[in-house]
Nanobody, 114 residues
Framework: QVQLVESGGGLVQAGGSLRLSCVAS????????MGWYRQAPGKQRDMVVT???????NYADSVKGRFTIFRDNAKNTVYLQMNSLKPEDTAVYYC????????WGQGTQVTVSS
């Protein structure tokens, strides 16, 4: 049973930063990729960034230069560092495993106030 547990969301002012964490129940190398996704109210879930097992990354244009994905293999954890946050970044952020994503965490709310 694969479990992904996100944490680190919260309320932040525009221009601020947050770091999200996603802890997997097993080695993240069990998956061909890990990623972060987000879903705003009334909208579809969109890819924010994915990272393959060999470290290749793919960022959504809207977050390039502001968000960074990185991992700690020993802790089975993937992080999303979010800087220069904007109100339009407000969403529930999900960790996803595999590509196409097959496993999901429960999500963590990120709210950016103007």
């Amino acid at each position: 049973q694969v479990q992904l547990v996100e944490s680190g969301g919260g309320l932040v002012q525009a221009g601020g930063s947050l770091r999200l964490s996603c802890v997997a129940s097993g080695s993240i190398f069990n998956f061909n990729a890990m990623g972060w996704y987000r879903q705003a109210p009334g909208k579809q879930r969109d890819m924010v960034v994915t990272m393959t097992t060999n470290g290749n990354t793919n960022y959504a244009d809207s977050v390039k230069g502001r968000f960074t994905i990185f991992r700690d293999n020993a802790k089975n954890t993937v992080y999303l560092q979010m800087n220069s946050l904007k109100p339009e970044d407000t969403a529930v952020y999900y960790c996803g495993a595999n590509w196409p994503p097959r496993y999901w965490g429960q999500g963590t709310q990120v709210t950016v106030s103007s």
